[in-house]
Every structure is written in C-alpha cells, then in structure tokens.
C-alpha cells in the first residue's frame, strides 16, 4: 500500500507548521492509522539521534514521537545546520556531508532532490499516513527555483495542502492572499485548506474575513487554532527561548546562557516544568545575578562561541558565578569550553591550532573530522557534589559532537573524576565513561544531551542544590508526561480544525 500524504506548509516561518503537524501526527495515530512525519529538508541547530546513529531535526524526532513511531533518516533527509553567515553542515541520511554555502546550494539541488524523493516513498511503502512539513513560505519566488521542500515535494506526492498562517503576528488574510496568488497555477490547485493558529478571542469575530477569504481564493478555513501556554511541545527553533526574567518566587534559579549558536536548546526545558524552579536564559553578564546552577549549552561552534563569551564579559560572569559557589553544568561544547584547552590541528573549527578553555575542569579537547553521533545509556557513577546520593541513577540520552575530550590531572583542579558510565552506545553494549566532575562535585561537564530528562537524576540534582541552600524542595508530584501533552494538544487540535473535511481532502474518508 502506498500511504497517503498531506502536507502543511505555511504563510512564513515559525506560524506552527511543526506543531500542527505534530498534532495531526498524534491524531492520526489516535485514529489507528500507523503515521510518520516527513520534511525533505530543515535548517535548524536543534538535532536529535536516532537508534542507528542518523542526526536529524529535533522537530521531525518529537513528531515521531507524537505518531508513536521510532525516528528514521528518512524523516529528514537534508539538514542543514548554520555554522557562521551563508554556510551550514550538510548533513544527508544523518550523516556529515561537509559545508555547504548559500550559493552552492543550487548545484547540489538534483543529486539532493533524488535522496529527498527516495525517502519519501520509503516512508510512503511502509506507513499509511506520512504528513509532510514545509518549511518557511512556499511563496518565496527568489527560492522556487531550488525548492526541495514545498510545493516540490507536494507536486511529487500529490499531496493536498493545508496553509497555515499566525494571526498574532497580524496581516494574517493578506499572507493567506498572497501566498495562494503567488503560487503557480498547478501548486495553487494542490491548496485544499487554510487554518488560522495562535487566536485570541471571539471566533465570530473573524467571521466576515473567513467568508471572504474563501470568496477570494476559492479555499476554504478549515480552522482557527487558539493562542494556547498550557500546552508543552518541545520549540524547533531557539528564538522561543524563554525571556531572561528572574522568577522571585522560585526555590532554585538556573541560568542557562544564550549562545549565539546554541544547539538543542530543549535539553533544559524539563527543569522550567518543575514546580519551584526558575529556568531562564542569559545574554549579557548583566543578567546573571547569582543563580545556583549555571548551564552552558551545546553550540555549533566551540571556539567561536567561547570568544564571544570573552568578548561580551559572559565568561567573567559565568566563573564569577562558580566562584561565588553556583553549580555549573556543561553540556557537549559548554563541556568542551569548561576544559583547559579545545586543540584543533585540522582546522575543523578555527585558524587557531589551540583555544583556551575557561579552565573548571581538568579536560583537554582535541577536535577531529569524525563526527560522533550516538544514542547512549547508562548510570551515574558519582556520589558526591551535585551527584550526591544519584549514584547508580539511570541515564539516558544522546551524543552529538566532533571531538574527543580526554581527562587530565592538573593543578589547582585535582585528579580527574567521572560523573557517568555508559552501558550502550547506538545499540551496542559498552563500558566506558563519560564527562567530568570537579574535585567538590559542583562543576560538571557531559556529551549526553538529553541529561535532564532522566526524571530521577533530574530530581536528585535540584533536591541537592535545595539542600545546599538550606531548604528541602518537594518534587512528589507525576513527572511531566510527553505523551500527556501530546493528547492535549491533539484534543485542542481536534476541536479547533474540521477534521471530517481533513479526512476527506487526504483520502481517509469512509
């Protein structure tokens, strides 16, 4: 069986392509149909590694989840993640396929096109609903021409379209109008549906514009989604990064600062869902105040990010802030940045053969051409500082890095200690060691993203850092629950969308 296709495209970029598809994902799903998402290529910083070690976007993976199906290449076939301005990783199948610049892109569309194809009826041969996500606008006429990704791909499929478009950001009928007129005549036959997301108010009162709307380009609305906070869906781009607010009525502030190229930014969110924690992002040493843990994130581009923490005055402040006694925590290239030195003799990331670290930890990073991308479990093997009473705690996550970070007794920073020991790596059973703690317990690197996902250790480590301020912090109530979300928003989406006449635009229809 082939499967049937719909596709969501959009008006422009972040109007909640990825979330609707991640609704129709879970509601298909709930419907009994077996579901897999697809977008033929995504620019994002945000990753995720499947079981077999492929990297794809981190969108693409929650949508899997939402479908309840494990995340497959074949869901993303082309990423590209941006390194400095005009140029980005080219990531193909989920492997590193080099640079790629803006300008090059066009050679490279045919041999691209074909790999974005052939996943496409993959999925189609084994699924029998692939919901496909546009990216950005498909209207972008200065782009038609190396399209790989909208109306491309919705041509190939023979995909019916539904066209979102954000009414928050105002002017949402005449991006409705315009992206229809400036489609060409055999994409703009493919336009089935619009929706309307991110509403505030009376629904009557869009009425008048819903009527001529459709009288305007013979396309009905099919929906208005509300405006909605009470639902929590992992973000796929890191403008959605929270305000940097410090919230007065919380027990533990953690500061997470805000790389210019952060990556997989959502490995922190758990720690904002827990009742009686401030989790926000910093920009400039100003914002730091005197939080009790300090994360530094995972970045594209280590050595240049750890110079625009010098430059900026954010590395004073973050060993600053140690100094002062907050729990530090790096995660992949903030853990590389915590070492004594990144060394990088081929060029991979710099000019520079070596970087100074910020010198918490006593690790030495060398960067190689091999990129490392792997699911991984384990325990933690620590019982002190931060770790104190997690030992034995199960871990769980994934690794995305270039380089290999080795621990070395140094002066002033103690012999070396491990905070975790991984038991599988890409489905394979190992017994080796991962990151770095300092000699108190209170500096901690890691290549795992994912860490604070793992509710018990995510628990264990904010009760210590309660406990180390004299206060006891009550976290007996369920941990956040995805799949809980997940139905909430399909409910919403459900109430919100006809569905019957969604059905019968994708052939589901009795």
Not at 309 to 329: H, P, Q, S, Y
Not at 375 to 381: C, F, H, L, P
């Amino acid at each position: 069986m082939t499967a049937r296709t719909l596709m969501v495209q959009g008006t422009g970029s972040s109007v909640g392509k990825s979330l609707l598809v991640t609704a129709l994902c879970r509601i298909f799903k709930q419907d009994g149909y077996r579901v897999a998402p697809f977008k033929a290529q995504n620019m994002s910083l945000n990753s995720y590694v499947t079981s077999d070690g492929a990297e794809v976007g981190r969108a693409q993976a929650v949508q899997a989840d939402a479908a309840e199906t494990p995340v497959m290449a074949e869901m993303n076939p082309v990423l590209l993640k941006p390194e400095v301005d005009y140029r980005s990783q080219l990531v193909v199948m989920g492997r590193p396929m080099g640079t790629l610049d803006s300008s090059d892109f066009g050679r490279r569309k045919e041999a691209l096109w074909e790999v974005v194809a052939g996943s496409l009826d993959r999925l189609r041969s084994e699924f029998d609903v692939v919901v496909i996500e546009g990216a950005g606008s498909p209207a972008e006429i200065n782009l038609r021409r190396g399209d790989i990704v909208n109306m491309e791909v919705a041509l190939y499929a023979g995909a019916p379209v539904l066209l979102v478009g954000d009414i928050d950001k105002g002017g949402v009928f005449a991006s409705l109008y315009g992206t229809v007129e400036l489609v060409a005549p055999e994409e703009r036959a493919l336009i089935k549906g619009m929706v309307i997301n991110k509403f505030r108010g009376d629904v009557s009162l869009l009425q008048p514009g819903l009527v001529q709307i459709r009288e305007l380009t013979g396309v009905p609305v099919l929906g208005v989604v509300p405006y909605f906070r009470d639902i929590y869906i992992p973000e796929e781009d890191s403008p959605a990064m929270r305000p940097t607010d410090l919230d007065p009525d919380a027990l533990i502030d953690v500061a997470v600062i805000a790389l210019p190229h952060i990556s997989n930014f959502d490995d922190f969110d758990p720690l904002g869902r827990e009742a009686g924690i401030g989790l926000r992002y910093v920009r400039s040493p100003g914002d730091m105040g005197e939080p009790d843990m300090v994360v530094l994130p995972g970045t594209k581009t280590t050595a240049s990010d750890l110079k625009h923490l010098r430059e900026t005055g954010m590395a004073d402040a973050l060993l600053g802030a140690a100094a002062k006694g907050a729990a530090v925590v790096g995660v992949c290239g903030g853990y590389q940045m915590l070492g004594r030195a990144i060394l990088d003799p081929l060029g991979i990331e710099s000019s520079e053969n070596e970087v100074r670290g910020l010198g918490l930890l006593p690790v030495v990073t060398r960067f190689s051409a091999e990129k490392q991308t792997h699911r991984v479990s384990g325990t933690v093997e620590a019982d002190y500082g931060l770790l104190e009473g997690a030992c034995g705690l199960p871990l769980s996550g994934y690794e995305i890095h270039m380089g290999t970070t080795v621990l070395e007794a140094s002066p002033g920073l103690g012999a070396p200690a491990v905070p975790f020991r991984v038991s599988s790596r890409s489905e394979a059973s190992v017994d080796s060691i991962d990151g770095s703690l300092s000699s108190d317990g209170w500096i901690m690197g890691t290549y795992v993203h994912g860490l604070f996902h793992s509710p018990e250790l995510r628990r264990s480590m904010l009760r210590r850092l309660a406990a180390r301020k004299g206060r006891t912090l009550s976290l007996d109530g369920d941990a956040f629950s995805q799949s809980r979300e997940f139905d909430k928003l399909a409910d919403l989406v459900r109430e919100s969308i006809d569905m019957d006449a969604v059905r019968l635009i994708t052939g589901l229809a009795d």
